[in-house]
């Protein structure tokens, strides 16, 4: 899929950085399937445009998303009850939770043996409490180096990978992955985004929205 197939199920993923941007964002326009926003991070942080973008995604007509940019060195039960404390209660036409852990969430002078332990009972909570199982987002190198745990496999990735041929972390070869952020530099009216997109035509693209 390329950025200049009309076919593909596309979006973009947003935070405070591209400010006011879901204001001027028109689906009949700009193609975009979905709209992921950055909703919180660690146990205080809530992204200052997230009470914007989540309703404004919605009334837009667009497949919504919120992500929590994951912490190692903070505890994940307090990561999670923070995280669905600002988003509120998922409908089922968003997509189900969604956990980013790269290379900035592997905080300085933690115990690495507790990294995968804490983040899967954070994937955990968060299933428990929304009854849907977290999509994980990363890229190659952190998922190689910390993700090894095979209870991983479990969740849909959305990988991080911005080369032309992708590459797949071990844990997914099989599975395979379900979205692909492929390029940080993709435009609309001026405001550079995330480029995002999914793995499937639009009818796959439904099926997986009703079962996550």
């Not at 979006?11 to 689906?27: P, R, T, V």
């Amino acid at each position: 899929m390329d950025q200049n197939n009309t076919q593909s199920v596309f979006g973009i993923d947003i935070s405070k950085y591209q400010g006011n941007e879901i204001a001027s964002l028109d689906k009949a326009t700009d193609g975009l399937t979905f709209v992921i926003c950055k909703a919180t991070e660690g146990i205080t942080y809530t992204d200052p445009d997230f009470t914007t973008n989540w309703p404004l995604i919605k009334s837009k007509g667009y497949v919504r998303g919120a992500y929590h940019f994951y912490h190692c060195d903070d505890d994940p039960t307090q990561q999670a009850t923070h995280y669905l404390a600002v988003i509120g209660t998922l409908e089922q036409t968003d997509f189900p939770p969604i956990v980013d852990f790269e290379e900035g969430s592997i905080d300085a002078g933690i115990n690495k043996t507790e990294i995968q332990p804490n983040l899967l009972q954070f994937l955990t909570l968060l299933e428990q409490k929304t009854g849907r199982k977290p999509l994980l987002y990363t890229d190659n190198n952190t998922a190689n180096t910390y993700l090894t745990d095979t209870a991983f496999a479990n969740y849909d990735l959305w990988i991080a990978d911005y080369n032309t041929t992708l590459a797949v972390p071990s844990l997914w070869k099989t599975k395979g992955w379900t979205l692909w952020q492929k390029s940080e530099s993709y435009a609309l009216d001026g405001t550079t985004n995330d480029y995002d997109v999914f793995n499937g035509d639009s009818d796959t693209f439904a099926t997986f929205m009703q079962s996550s």
